[in-house]
């Protein structure tokens, strides 16, 4: 495709939302089948994106598998409670 990916800094992400007047929502779907310990680092990193730039990241979205009943519900509440 001749496409050269860029990767940019957590801040350089934040300037070009703010720049764009976006306030976007992080997608942290695809940990829907990982184990939830694993899981809930990278919610933990999400939940911290939008603390730092709450002007440009309005929330997270996640996904648990409905099969880790209680303790889904649980990751799920405890993802609630820390945004906000």
Avoid at 10 to 31: H, K, Q, Y
Wanted: hydrophobic letters at 40%; glycine letters at 6%.
């Amino acid at each position: 495709w001749g496409w050269v990916p860029r990767y940019d800094t957590e801040e350089e992400m934040a300037d070009f939302l703010r720049c764009n007047v976006v306030r976007a929502i992080l997608d942290f779907g695809f940990t829907k089948y990982m184990p939830l310990a694993r899981a809930s680092e990278h919610h933990d990193y999400a939940i911290e994106m939008q603390r730092r730039f709450p002007d440009a990241i309005a929330g997270i979205w996640i996904q648990i598998d409905p099969r880790n009943g209680e303790d889904g519900a649980a990751e799920v509440l405890r993802c609630i409670e820390a945004s906000e």
